[in-house]
């Protein structure tokens, strides 16, 4: 059977937004819910506290977005949960009051959708939380209530709380707030299989699965797929698994995955040794050692080697989130000196490059477009800074390389081609029927200029546009000769 992949996924620019820490709503608020003490907004973030961004914020932002180029949203958990984050689930029906509720997301999607802007949610399906209503009934009721066998209880007595005892039932890595679900139980299995369906005939695109590869029981994700895809074909489904997900991309279950086997190896070509190994150390996936234009190149083919091409551009390709440290702070950018600063800012700009120039869906988290950094969690979840704070030359260069991206249908679903590397010099085209677009970078330090032979290029024609960036190319007679200054990249057409 062939794969079939949605086809909007292979020409959108995802954004990426945390809603405790996007936007608080400018309207007048009624709802009772949301009238709460907040954290200053402008704070440093903790692990427990709100900021109280919601959905109408969210909405009130479309118009950035869409200007942006933005055409699709993927947002962290939004329904009722105890936690700013909501990976802790206590309603999957309900979005959470402080973000507006239901109301705010119906809103929100409608506004979305009048944009031409499709929506994904998280879907965080492998654990519950405490105050789920079915897990919370068994801490109130133990051996007597009729929700045991969803869950996978060990022994009695429960301990939710104490870490002093055993909690004596298993929770997703150890940790007592996420009892796992067991999925095995059919009603459990029909449960979650009605929670995806109920969300996509609300207008939802897709889903964006929380660490899937949790779940074991057989034919889970088929059957997910199957019966998401009956309700609507075009549906998303990506999974958040970080390494070699072939099991998962057959074409049975997953559109894509979250490709941090691009993340890695893209960061360590663009920013070298310039990493910062305490925010890059965990979650591993490794943004170093430094790599030269060759064993990039490497890499990428080997990528490209992994899945089918329609999988290739439906992977979900990105430099920052939730889970690991802002790419910015990852190459420097936190450094006090001036000097460093401004190397990590070229470093960043570089790795936008190379993300808006890849097969597959790039995803830009919320802020790394206009400059905003963090460590790890809580520190990768700082609000979205207001205008005064934006970095404009960072701006600049994202709608720039959007733009191109939308003009250009090669950037989106053209053909990859590596056409040369030396040293830190790292030379590619995509190409779909006569459209040529040629992009180079040169990561390293020193000025370079390199002459190729045309006829030993994988393509037809001479691009010689600059469309972006810095540098010259010339073509004269058979030979290319192009020109990049040290750590800069350009685009060609």
Known sequence: MPIQTPDWVKHAVFYQIFPDRFARTSRKVTSVSMHVPLEAWEAPPTPQGYKGGDLWGILEHLDYLRSLGITALYLTPIFQSACNHRYHTHDYYQVDPLLGGNDAFRALLDEAHNRNIKVVL?????????????????????????????????????????????????????????????????????????????????????????????????????????????????????????????????????DGVMNYLFTGPTIAFTAGDRVILKHAEKPAYDPYPALDAETYAEKIKELLGLYAWDIQLTQLNLLSSHDVARI????????????????????????????????????????????????????????????????????????????????????????????????????????????????????GTEDTTLTLDSQTLPFNGQPNTVLYGQGSIIWNGDRLTLSLPNRSGIIIG
């Not at 009721?141 to 055993?166: M, Q, R, T, V």
């Not at 404009?392 to 990859?416: E, N, T």
């Open 328 to 443: 910015l702070t990852v190459v420097g950018g936190d450094e006090a000196e001036s000097a460093t600063r401004n190397e990590a800012l070229v470093s960043t700009k570089l790795a936008a490059l190379l993300l808006l120039t890849y097969p597959g869906a790039p995803c830009i988290y919320y802020g790394d477009e206009v400059g905003l950094s963090g460590g790890m969690d809580p520190d990768n979840r700082w609000v979205f800074p207001t205008q005064a704070d934006w970095n404009q030359d960072m701006l600049a260069c994202y709608r720039q390389l959007i733009q191109l991206r939308h003009q250009y249908s090669a950037l989106r679903i053209g053909d990859y081609r590596v056409v040369h590397t030396e040293g830190t010099v790292y030379l590619f085209a995509r190409c779909i029927d006569d459209e040529v677009v040629l992009i180079g970078l040169n990561s």
């Open 122 to 254: 998280d879907g965080v399906f492998n654990h519950a939380s405490r105050g789920f209503f079915y897990f919370n009934d068994i801490l109130e009721n133990g051996p007597h209530s009729p929700w045991l066998d969803w869950f996978l209880i060990e022994k009695w007595p429960l301990s939710a709380y104490d870490g002093s005892l055993p909690a004596n039932y298993t929770a997703w890595i150890g940790n007592r707030a996420l009892p796992k679900f067991n999925h095995h139980h059919p009603e459990v299995r029909e449960y979650i299989m009605q929670i995806g369906e109920y969300w996509i005939r609300q207008g939802v695109d897709g889903w964006r699965l929380d660490v899937p590869f949790e779940i074991n029981a057989p034919g889970f994700w088929q059957e997910f797929r199957d019966r998401i895809k009956a309700i609507n074909a075009d549906a998303y489904i990506v999974g958040e698994v970080w390494h070699d997900a072939r099991q998962w991309l057959d074409g049975s279950q997953f």
